[in-house]
Nanobody, 125 residues
Framework: QVQLVESGGGLVQAGDSLRLSCVAS????????MAWFRQFPGKEREFVAG????????DYADSVQGRFTISRDNAKNLVSLEMHSLKPEDTAVYYC??????????????????WGHGTQVTVSS
């Protein structure tokens, strides 16, 4: 069974940093784009960052550009999200996602086949 498991969420203060990790099991995603989304209460999940299979192309939401960095380690079936200069408005449940098809650039839409269960990030002022 394919699983994506996020970790690294927690409670931090504004201006702090946090690193989220997502490990896949059940299959590899070496050829698939992966992404991070986040969801605020009462809202749909929104795109945060995406990365191609080889890590050569990345994409970020305007709200996190310059503060967040997505990376991956295919040998470990791992995708990470480094978050810096966190703001209270970054508070959300963060999800990792994997594309069902190979060779595509990450999409900013919720068109990913595989999703983790999410990890809570809370930023206090």
């Amino acid at each position: 069974q394919v699983q994506l498991v996020e970790s690294g969420g927690g409670l931090v203060q504004a201006g702090d940093s946090l690193r989220l990790s997502c490990v896949a099991s059940g299959r590899t995603f070496y050829g698939n784009a992966m992404a991070w989304f986040r969801q605020f209460p009462g809202k749909e999940r929104e795109f945060v960052a995406g990365i191609t299979w080889n890590g050569r192309f990345t994409d970020y939401a305007d709200s996190v550009q310059g503060r967040f960095t997505i990376s991956r380690d295919n040998a470990k079936n791992l995708v990470s999200l480094e978050m810096h200069s966190l703001k209270p408005e970054d508070t959300a449940v963060y999800y990792c996602a994997a594309d069902q098809e190979v060779g595509r650039r990450p999409s900013t839409r919720e068109e990913y086949m595989y999703w983790g269960h999410g990890t809570q990030v809370t930023v206090s002022s």
